[in-house]
Structure formats: structure tokens, C-alpha cells
């Protein structure tokens, strides 16, 4: 079987850290034995290339000095702050439609599978209209979110649901919001780890093991992720006003748009739990704050656009890595957090329900011990590779009968 995958991003080279969660998917595909190609834009003028041993053919749209639409940081983020960047939107979809009809003609693929409908749908259709190809639609939420803002958006989300053979989700947040657009069958599919097998921080045989994480002085709260709105990171910080200094410490990892935001309101707390911003790490560094941590946190948001996560895959790579999770009870987290069963979920912007949260976990090893048994068989169960390419693959097999 062949399958061509549609993006709006993929790694431009073996090293970039794009969408990993989207690399790690085909590597298992192509694993199970699948013939996969990818169509994704162009970055700079960047031409078609390898991958992984799969072919990643790329479409040009602009100049390549204008290429910048996509990679890097998500489109409705960049064209908010660059207005001007929405004239792109018509001539990447008419060459990446071009483009799709161009690559099915020579691959000739017994399925399209389109992530991000808006606008990849409108890419896809063309090839698998002219071809007779069955078309999946994979949902990660932002294109929803999308509607909020511009209504407009709305009827042709409608409209490319209606002329798919298989609508895929990522979480049951999203799934219900497809679901409000158009009463279909949708699958659930999310994503699993994206870490190496073997690369826990303790080395200790496997990335489903348990890692004990020793408590060396304060308590270690870690946050790992990019400093936007969506992340909540501000009810973090403020959540540091009800813990003792003595005993606790809140570690932020990475960097974003309101780092120096973030930073400021940090500054102004006083005796209260200590905050520390790393900045971004080498994953050499990144390893030893997940070795060092206490606990995992993603204290997420609905936020002012109405985005929110829409799964949380951070958080199944810190169960992987034998740390019990806090986070908040919105989008598709509680997919990942079964509350008091694989982690602890609070409500969202809650300062004071963060901190006692972790002053829970502090006080209580046993419980610790619990939600990372929890954790590791939820993994097993719903977040596996194996599994999920499983699903997907027949999904794939009924849509070409």
C-alpha cells in the first residue's frame, strides 16, 4: 500500500525538530511495510529531498525569500503578526494543488492522507477527485479554532469533511468539535512518544519503564514547552506565591513571545517558591531537567483566540520518562490525564489548585508510585506506536476495499 501525506510542515533536514510526532508517525508506517511519499511547502526555496529514507517533496509558492509562511512557528501566529503573509495563502494552495495532481500521477498513491484540512483538503481534492483516491482528513484542532475568527472558514471545513473517506482526530476535543461541524464517524488517533526506545533519563532498558526521580533538596516543578499564551504558564508562575521557598522550585524550560513577560511577572513575586527560566536547551540539557525533576506540569489555557491544546504530547513523553504529571483539565489533556489515575488535573487558570497539587505529590510517594503505574499502563494502552499505526493502517485497508 502507498499513502502520500500532506503537511504544512516537515523536518528540512535530519536534524530539525519540526513536527516530530509527524516524523516518528511515518517512520512506523514505512516500518509496517508502507510505501510513503510527503508533500509539504517549501522554506526559503528549499527543494524535494530525503528524509529518513522518505522522499519529501516540497512546493514552491513565493519567491524563496517569502517563503516563510509555514516552519518554525504556526501560520495563523506569523500572519497575525505579519498581515501581509495572507496574500501567500492563494498561491500555496493553487501550486501545492498542482503539485499533488503532479506527485499522484507519477506515485499513483491508494490513499491521501491530508493533515490540517484547512487548507490541505483544497490541496488534496484535485488529485483525489482526477485519480479516484480515497482521502483522510487528520484534525489536530487549530484548523477548528480557526472558525471562531473567521466565519468564512466554516462551510468549507463543511464542505471537505463531506468529501472524505475517513476523518482522523487527535484528540476527543477535537473529534467533538468535528463532530458540531459534521455528523461523522471520527477516528480517534493520537500521537505517541516521539523519544527514542531506550532514551529514559535513568537508562534504565526502555522508555515504559518506571525511573525514580530522587528528591535532592526542594521539590522540582518542571515546565518544558514554547512561552505563548495557550501554555498557561503565567497561572505557573503565580502558583509559586502558595509554596515555600525552602521546599520547592519551579523550572521553566524553553522560549516564545512572552518570555520577557513572563520574566518580568517572575520578578515581582517575593517569598515564594524560586523560578528559574533555562532558556532553550541541548537535548544533553534537557535530559538532566527531566532527570533532576519532580514532577511534569502543563498548566494550559483556553486563551484569548480560543486555542488550547489539543492533545499535549509533552506530557506523554514525561510519563515515558517516570515523572507524574499536573495539568490542566482542558482540550485533549485529559485524554492523556486520567485524573488521580495517570496524573493530577485542575481546573484551568488556577493558581492555588497547581499548588496543591504538587504539595499533594511532594508530601505523598505512594501516590507518586501510583500515577506513574497508572501512567505507564495509559501509554500501553492508547498512546502506543504499534497501536496506533495499527488503526490507522486499517482504516486505510477499509477505505480501499
Known amino acids: 500500500m502507498k499513502v502520500l501525506v500532506i503537511g504544512s510542515v516537515y523536518p528540512r533536514f535530519h536534524e530539525d525538530a519540526e513536527v516530530p510526532w509527524l516524523r516518528t508517525s511515518i517512520a512506523h508506517l ?21 528524509i529518513d529514507g522518505v522522499k519529501v517533496n516540497r512546493f514552491r509558492y513565493a519567491p524563496a525569500s517569502w517563503e516563510i509562511l509555514t516552519h518554525e512557528e504556526g ?16 498561491p500555496y494552495i493553487i501550486s501545492g494543488f498542482f503539485k499533488c495532481i503532479g506527485i499522484c500521477r507519477k506515485f499513483r498513491p491508494d490513499v491521501i492522507h491530508a493533515h490540517w484540512p484547512f487548507p490541505h483538503a483544497y490541496i488534496a481534492l ?34 471537505a469533511i463531506g468529501q472524505a473517506q475517513a476523518v482522523f482526530a487527535n484528540s476527543s476535543f477535537t473529534a467533538g468539535k468535528i463532530k458540531a461541524l ?10 505517541g512518544t516521539t523519544l527514542e526506545s531506550g532514551s529514559t533519563s535513568a537508562g534504565n532498558g526502555g522508555t515504559s519503564a518506571i525511573v525514580p526521580h530522587p ?24 502558583a509559586a506565591k502558595h509554596l515555600p ?25 517575593a517569598d515564594a517558591a524560586e523560578i528559574i527560566f533555562t532558556g532553550k536547551l541541548s537535548p544533553e540539557e534537557l535530559a538532566n531537567e527531566y532527570r533532576t525533576a519532580n514532577v511534569f506540569t502543563l498548566p494550559a489555557i483556553v486563551d484569548s483566540k480560543g486555542d488550547t491544546e489539543g492533545l499535549g504530547v509533552v ?20 485524554d492523556v490525564v486520567v485524573d488521580g489515575v495517570s496524573g493530577i488535573l485542575v481546573p484551568e487558570k488556577d493558581p492555588e489548585a497547581l499548588a496543591g497539587a504538587y504539595r499533594r505529590l511532594a508530601a505523598d510517594p505512594g501516590l507518586v508510585k501510583q500515577l506513574l503505574e497508572g501512567a505507564q499502563k495509559r501509554i500501553a494502552e492508547c498512546f502506543s506506536w504499534d497501536k496506533i499505526v495499527e488503526r490507522q493502517i486499517g482504516v486505510y485497508k477499509k477505505i480501499t476495499k
Open 126 to 159: 484535485g488529485a483525489a477527485k482526477l485519480f479516484k483516491i480515497p482521502l483522510v482528513l487528520n484534525f489536530h484542532g487549530a484548523e477548528l479554532l480557526l472558525i471562531r475568527k473567521k466565519k468564512w472558514v466554516k462551510p468549507l471545513l463543511k464542505f
Open 182 to 191: 459534521r455528523n461523522v464517524d471520527v477516528e480517534w488517533s493520537p500521537y
Open 75 to 90: 501560520a495563523p501566529s506569523k500572519m497575525a503578526s505579519k498581515p501581509w503573509l495572507q496574500l501567500l495563502a492563494i
Open 245 to 269: 521557598r525552602d521546599q520547592f522550585e519551579i523550572r521553566i524550560v524553553g522560549v516564545g513571545d512572552i518570555t520577557d513577560k513572563l520574566k518580568a511577572q517572575a520578578a515581582e513575586i
Open 215 to 238: 528528591v535532592n533538596g526542594k521539590f522540582k516543578i518542571l515546565f518544558v514547552g514554547r512561552h505563548i499564551e495557550r501554555k498557561g504558564i503565567c497561572y505557573l508562575i503565580e
Open 315 to 334: 506530557l506523554i513523553e514525561a510519563m515515558e520518562l517516570g515523572l507524574p504529571v499536573v495539568a490542566s483539565n482542558v482540550g485533549g489533556i485529559p
Open 30 to 50: 514505512k516500518k509496517a511495510g508502507l510505501g510513503i511519499q510527503v508533500l509539504a511547502p517549501a522554506y526559503k526555496g528549499l527543494k524535494s529531498h530525503e
